[in-house]
């Protein structure tokens, strides 16, 4: 089991940053794939950036240049910084882990924390 912990979500104007954290209850260098997933209502969740164990990030379109994926392996942490943010990015943000154990795929997802950007 992985217990995933968001914090960082607010209210920004748009143009603005923020920094979504996400802190794993084990080591995240034992968890495969590491993310952010972001959903609306009415809307599907959607891939926002990945990270693996090995430092190899993947991104959405909407989200290249602006949101950089990153992680601290000694604090069981990844980080989402998302910088010149618009209006469309508001959504709730997902913090998801992915581990192969036993050559079985575990999916692990976050509470969620709510990302608003005004006009």
């Known amino acids: 089991q992985v217990q995933l912990v968001e914090s960082g979500g607010g209210l920004v104007q748009a143009g603005g940053s923020l920094r979504l954290s996400c802190t794993a209850s084990r080591s995240i260098s034992t968890i495969t794939v590491m993310g952010w997933y972001r959903q609306t209502p009415g809307n599907q969740r959607d891939m926002v950036a990945t990270?693996?164990?090995?430092?190899?990030?993947n991104y959405a379109d909407s989200v290249k240049g602006r949101f950089t994926i990153s992680k601290d392996n000694a604090k069981n942490t990844v980080y989402l910084q998302m910088n010149s943010l618009k209006p469309e990015d508001t959504a709730v943000y997902y913090c998801?882990?992915?581990?192969?154990?036993?050559?079985?795929?575990?999916?692990?997802w976050g509470q969620g924390t709510q990302v608003t950007v005004s006009s």
């Open positions: 990270i693996t164990s090995s430092g190899g990030t």
């Open positions: 998801n882990a992915q581990r192969v154990q036993f050559g079985s795929w575990n999916n692990y």
